[in-house]
């Protein structure tokens, strides 16, 4: 029962920045592996409601600092991603599917959703 509530704990925790809330609606959407340029690309682009073609350098540089330091390690011990740091690709881990409902409710409720959210 202990590390049914550390899971949940772990998920919410997870869930509660919208970087992540971002990152995990991008993965779900992919089903091979994306480059962490592209990653930040696409979440700073949420995260200032803006094409991804005009996201500036120092934004985007600012999120793929924060990815690589922050956001991902904390995916992959959790185990929501593999991330291969040599190649700079991540993809969906083990613990990804087994949460991906809570986190499409949270989707499906999200009133921050970038536009253009499919």
Request: charge should be negative; proline fraction near 6%; charged fraction near 25%.
């Amino acid at each position: 029962m202990a590390q049914s509530n550390e899971a949940v704990t772990n998920t919410l925790s997870i869930l509660a920045d919208p970087v992540r809330r971002y990152v995990l609606y991008y993965l779900d959407e992919q089903e091979t592996p994306v480059s962490l340029d592209r990653l930040a690309t696409r979440v700073a682009a949420w995260q200032t409601d803006s094409d991804p073609d005009a996201v500036d350098d120092a934004t985007l540089t600012k999120m793929r600092t924060a990815l690589y330091h922050v956001h991902l390690p904390k995916f992959s011990e959790a185990g929501y991603i593999t991330w291969d740091t040599d190649s700079c690709t991540i993809r969906r881990g083990p613990s990804f599917d087994e949460n991906a409902s809570l986190y499409r409710l949270v989707a499906d409720h999200e009133d921050l959703l970038p536009a253009g959210w499919p």
